[in-house]
Every structure is written in structure tokens, then in C-alpha cells.
């Protein structure tokens, strides 16, 4: 009999683990069937690797983000959640220590407070974890640690990618402020060409005012394009830590595309993603706390011993043998608490329910968004080649109307139309140049690579 009872209460210390990451990936998205390969295949092959700020080859990029990582508000709080995450970890394993505390008292002959007692008390409270209360706590807090440094890893990364986003808009906003500024400098000089032609009778006032009408409205182009540029570079700067002045220095051209990127597959993307294995952790945390309130509806077994040294000169004591030691236990069994510990277990398991859902969520959203950058860098290169021959083939007409113009052959308005195509193929392009640089980032973001070299793992 009492092997068996001392059978179950080593089978109960027993904690039961959570679901790992395959049977929450079952339960959270039963209906999901994961291809073999993106289905946008612009993706290279080959597993997804890291460093991918290298890639674009510019340093003073590769400096900004260094800054950003160093200095950025938001991950400085998420630095300091971390640090939380990790001492309330610390706080829940200190319960399964036993608590030593001391009383001494002395002050006189009446002992400070007039009872005549002085002396010693050394005490020691140890509760016995026999249902693995304490220890599921400290599951859950472990969990909750390691959600919040996935969750910070994913801030780092998305941060990152945020700094290179805004460089490449600053820089994109930067060169269409030169289109424009190209743009008007010839719209003058059609001005000053209409009003030749209009003194020696070859013109007339109307296209004067048309040519000087297109400068002005290329004028209006311009003033909100450096607007543009300057809130790029002020968001640039919140992002490095800096006071928004809305005059950091980005690079002058756009890098160069990088090559494809090796896209790994579909299977492991929620094993690589951070976001992933903090939603991943999470529900590990909720598992252990339903547990953990299971638990606390069992009996509390607490052993306590301790040792005193109790002398008086205001009276004689009955016993004066010190110093004195004991030892005993403490039972408390929850007989009546209104439902509250069973409602607290309702309350926990549905908390893990969330949990899971959440992580379907996360995960959905991962696949989304990779299969989304992928989708969209396809399509802006492929808008790329196509408005490089429209714009070709604008300049080309463009010439050859400005030609007719200045022989008379036609009118301002011709010019005028030319030029108003030619400005929105060139904008049009720059945009989507920027654009598939942003995708790319976008991309490196989606399937978890990391901005930097990732350390070796020790062994």
C-alpha cells in the first residue's frame, strides 16, 4: 500500500510537457495544405539565409540600421520587457526554494516593546511541489521569457527592415525632386522660346502663358516632392534616435538590385520566423498555467522547522533549555472558495485557446506575406522593363516634337503633352525601382532572415 502511494505521488511530481510546435501547427490550422514551393516561384533555392543587408552594398545603409539598432526607442522598451520576462522567470523558480527567515528581539530589561522577551528565532517554510504547481508557474514564466526575446528579435529585424525602407523612399524622393527640377529648367526655356516666337510673329501669347502655366504646375510637382523627401527623412531619423529635423543625409542613387533570394521552403517557415516562435511560446505559456491552476485545487503540503533562543529577566520562563528545535508540516485543502478555482481554470484554458488561435493567425499571416513580396518584386520588375521602353519611346517623341516646334510645324500644346508623359513614365519608373528594393526587403523580412551575420550555435 504505501509503495503505491508513494508510486502516485512520484507520478504526479510528474509535469505534463506542451504541445510542440508540429501539433499546434495541427491544431491551430488544421485545414492549411502547404505547397512543396512558393507559389509566386521568383524565389532562388537553397535554405534562407542571413546577413541580407550586405546584399545591397551600401555602407552608409549598413551604418544607419547600426545606429537605429543602438538607439531606437521602441527597442529600448522591448529590451526592457525582455529583462521583465527574465526576472519574473527568476521570480516564479525562487518559490521552489525553501523560505528562511529571522526574528530577534532584545532592548533592555523590558525588550523595547515591555514583554520582557529577548532572543532568537531562525525559521525555515518549505512548500513540498507535489502537483507541480509552482513548477508549471515556472514553466509558464520560462515561456513567457522566451516569447518576449523571439518578440524582440523580431522587433530588431523589423526595424532593420523599417531603416532600409525609408532610406530607399528618401532616396527615391530625392531623385524624383532632380526629375522635377530637370523638368522645369526645360519647361523655362520653352517659355522664353514661346515668347521669342511670339515677338517675331511666329507664335502668340496664348502659348506664353501655356509654357509659362506648365512651369508653374511643374513648380507645385516639386514643392510636394521635397515635402515628400523631408518626412521620409524625418521618419528616417525617429528611427535612428535622432531629433526629426528632416535633414539626413541618405545615398544619391538607389543600390543596385540584389540577386534572387534563396527562398527555402514553405514547410520551415514557421520554425525560422521569430514572430512565429514567440506565438509558438506563447501557447506554451497558456498550457502551463492551466495546469498550474489545476494544480493549486489540490492540498498544499509545506514542511517547517526552526530553531530559537528565548531568554527573559522580566519573568521566569517554564522551559529555560535553549536553544529549542522543531519541526513540522502544513496541509491546506480548498474546500469552499465560491467556484473560483474552477473558474480559474475555465479562464486559463481558455486563454490557451487564444493562444493557439493567435498563432494561427501569426502564422497565416507569415505565409501571406512572404508569397505577397514575392508577387509584388515579380511584378515591379516586370513594370520596370515595361516603362523603361515607354520611356524610351516619350523621349524619342519628345524630340521630335520639340524639333517640330521650334521650326513652327506645330504648336506648345503638342511640347506641353510630351513633356507631362515623359515626367509621369520617369516618376512612374523611380517608383518602381525603389519599389523592388523595398519588396526585397520586405522578402528577407517575411522569411525570417536575419539583417546580420547570425553567431555560430556553440555546441
Partial sequence: MAAAVLA?????????????????????????????????????????????LRTFGDDQLTAAVADAIAHNADLQVGAARVEQARLHARLAGAQLYPSVDLLARGGGKLSGDQSGLQGALLTATWEVDVWGRVRYGRAAAAADAASARADFEYA??????????????????????DVARGTIRDNEELVRLAEARSRIGAGNEEEVHVARAAVGGY????????????????ALEILLGRYPRGTAAVTAQLPAQPDAVPGGLPSELLERRPDVIAAERRVAAAFNRVHEAKAARLPAIALTTGVSSISSELFVLQDRSNPVWNLGANLVMPIFRGGALKTQVEIRTAEQRQAVAAYAAVGLRAFSEVEDALAAEIAARDRERILAETLADNLRALELVRTQFKVGSTDLRFVTQRELSLN????????VQAEQRIQRVNLHLALGGSFEPRPPASR
Fill in 8 to 52: 502516485g505521488c512520484v507520478g504526479a511530481c510528474v509535469l505534463k510537457k506542451p504541445p510542440d510546435a508540429a501539433a499546434i501547427r495541427q491544431q491551430a490550422m488544421p485545414a492549411l495544405e502547404v505547397p512543396d514551393a512558393w507559389t509566386a516561384a521568383s524565389a532562388a533555392g537553397g535554405p534562407v539565409g542571413d546577413n541580407w
Fill in 156 to 177: 530588431r529585424q523589423s526595424i532593420a527592415a523599417q531603416v532600409a525602407k525609408t532610406w530607399f523612399l528618401a532616396t527615391e524622393a530625392g531623385l524624383q525632386a
Fill in 219 to 234: 513648380r507645385d510637382a516639386l514643392r510636394q516632392i521635397e515635402l515628400a523627401q523631408r518626412q521620409s527623412q524625418r
Fill in 424 to 431: 509621369a513614365t520617369q516618376s512612374a519608373l523611380l517608383r
